[in-house]
């Protein structure tokens, strides 16, 4: 039944071989990870891969990064965001983090991007930026988070990603409700081998197809996340 499902390709060797075929089409994944483990490279080739090779227009809004570093930094992974951009296949938007109370400032200039440019791949990085405002109860945070990803799952012809970034003290995703609410969660992370640190992957939910949850080997190379789905890691 999930081979009838339409699914796009990632554009991260060896994750298809995971899904199943790909992301279902329209799905909202959460990509989590701490730093240093690859997650907005990962992001970042997954829109190169719908521009550059499928010809999509594709949405990056960082809340974080100074556009020009962060454009400077992928091309390091041979991912040349910045011309896709001059061709008007994909636009960058660094965002500020609204200021406490004026949350819903930041909601609605993603909310234009989306309806203005018509994405049919976006990327929010870091997502887990976007509830840095919210002082109010764990409750209060809770719906704020379920009506955003409930608002960003409404561009139904867009496959969505949100970074988020998992302290070092902490095994919990966000908020928690993001787990529940997303239709996907991607985590990458550290393993020790021995006195060597590797990286891993590990696909803990995809709504729409079947999927490997085996922890598997994930590596940063010059042209960007590649993963081996024959390399379990136990």
Do not use: W
């Not at 095994?171 to 393993?191: F, K, N, R, T, W």
């Not at 949850?213 to 081996?228: H, K, M, P, R, S």
């Amino acid at each position: 039944m999930s081979r009838l499902i339409e699914r796009i390709e990632s554009g991260v060797p060896g994750l298809d071989r995971l899904l199943d075929g790909g992301i279902p089409k329209g799905n909202v994944v959460i990509v989590a990870g701490r730093a240093g483990t690859g997650k907005s490279v990962f992001g970042a080739q997954f829109l190169f891969y719908g521009s550059s090779m499928k010809g999509e227009k594709t949405l990056f809004i960082t809340f974080t990064e100074d556009k020009a570093k962060f454009l400077r930094y992928m091309r390091n992974f041979g991912l040349d965001l910045g011309e896709l951009e001059s061709k008007g296949l994909m636009k960058v938007l660094n965002l500020v983090i609204p200021p406490v109370g004026q949350q819903n400032k930041a909601l609605d200039e993603i909310s234009k991007a989306f309806e203005e440019f018509k994405p049919t791949r976006a990327v929010l990085d870091p997502f887990s930026a976007l509830t840095i405002p919210i002082t109010g109860s764990k409750g209060e945070l809770q719906s704020y988070v379920n009506s955003l990803i409930s608002k960003i799952a409404s561009n139904i012809d867009c496959t969505t990603l949100l970074i988020s970034e998992v302290p070092a003290s902490a095994d919990q995703i966000g908020s928690g409700v993001e787990e529940y609410v997303a239709d996907g969660i991607i985590v990458l992370y550290y393993l020790m081998r021995g006195k060597a640190k590797i990286k891993a992957v590990e696909i803990r939910k995809m709504r729409g197809t079947k999927h490997s949850n085996q922890a598997t080997l994930l590596e940063i190379t010059d042209d960007g996340i590649v993963i081996d789905p024959d390399i379990e890691l136990t």
